[in-house]
């Protein structure tokens, strides 16, 4: 398989756990694993509410300054839609964009990762679920030691999602 056939994929959510991404992509991911990677100037944000339980997820917004750690992939473009599926690309849950990302021997690359459309105003805290899957995610991609007790730091700071609000639309809708 060429690589014109493949996109590098930045994944800064559960999509770094490698077992949960297998479970997506119906193949093992290790394979496709490039290393850990920084996205530079964007902060990491629990606002996307989740549609299955009262609670947040990750996403990203630019932020000058600020970076996010994550996992890169390179993926063949089939695979890469099993991942637009995961994250309601169809549904505007979240949209793929491209993206510089720098990998770990400073090499900087074109990668695609996901934006939320759909988010709240404030941060919330993700489920125990969805957390576990995140910390793991954190090792399977390498990310620094930093990082992790940063993100793990933050986590603790959230607050339960306020369910009397309602959930927000998409902007393009």
Request: charged fraction near 20%; charge should be positive; proline fraction near 7%.
């Amino acid at each position: 398989m060429s690589d014109t056939s493949r996109t590098y994929l930045f994944a800064y959510g559960s999509c770094m756990n490698q077992k949960s991404l297998d479970n997506t992509l119906g193949c093992a991911s290790h394979p496709y694993f490039v290393g850990p990677g920084i996205l530079k100037n964007h902060r990491l944000m629990f606002n996307y509410p989740s549609l299955n339980e009262p609670v947040c997820c990750a996403n990203i917004i630019p932020m000058m300054g600020k970076s996010v750690q994550g996992a890169i992939y390179h993926l063949p473009a089939e695979l890469l839609k099993k991942v637009d599926q995961r994250e309601g690309v169809s549904l505007q849950r979240y949209k793929r964009q491209r993206v510089w990302v720098t990998l770990q021997d400073g090499q900087k690359i074109i990668a695609d990762t996901y934006f939320a459309q759909v988010t709240q105003p404030t941060e919330a805290l993700p489920s125990p679920r969805y957390r576990q899957l995140l910390l793991e995610g954190a090792h399977d991609a390498g990310v620094t030691d930093d990082y992790k007790l940063n993100l793990i730091r933050h986590l603790a700071r959230l607050h339960p999602r306020n369910t009397n609000d309602a959930l927000p639309v998409p902007s393009s809708i």
